[in-house]
């Protein structure tokens, strides 16, 4: 197999094993852009209450869905009884037992995603 260039086909040469022949250069050109499928991601979760709504969606910019969901409450309300109640491929979604109180961003969470 020929030396690997940037702009060559390095999935091909993953797959095939042969990364002896790869240049550091190469691989970060070909693979800059990939995240890492076993990475997680983290933010801030603000929402308002309504005094109806139970659950609430957010985001996590995963490849996939996230195996695990963890919530750090950082409001008093946010520390009420809640879950985590599903998980797809996008975003997340955090269940109450009991609606929030109607306030503005008065749910606030720290989380970390990953799968």
Do not use: C, Y
């Not at 022949?21 to 499928?37: E, L, N, R």
């Not at 997680?40 to 969606?57: E, L, P």
Request: proline share 4%.
């Amino acid at each position: 197999m020929a030396d690997i260039e940037v702009g060559q086909n390095r999935p091909t040469l993953v797959a095939q094993n042969d990364l002896k022949k790869a240049t550091p250069a190469a691989i970060a050109a070909g693979f800059k852009d990939a995240k890492d499928p076993f990475e997680g991601t983290k933010g801030v979760m603000t929402k308002t209450g309504d005094a109806s709504a139970v659950t609430f969606t957010q985001a996590h910019g995963l490849l996939a869905a996230p195996s695990g969901v963890s919530l750090t409450a950082r409001t008093q309300v946010a520390a009420a009884i809640h879950w985590v109640s599903a998980r797809d491929a996008t975003t997340f979604t955090v269940s109450f037992a009991s609606a929030p109180a109607s306030a503005a961003n008065n749910i606030v969470f720290d989380w970390v995603a990953f799968i």
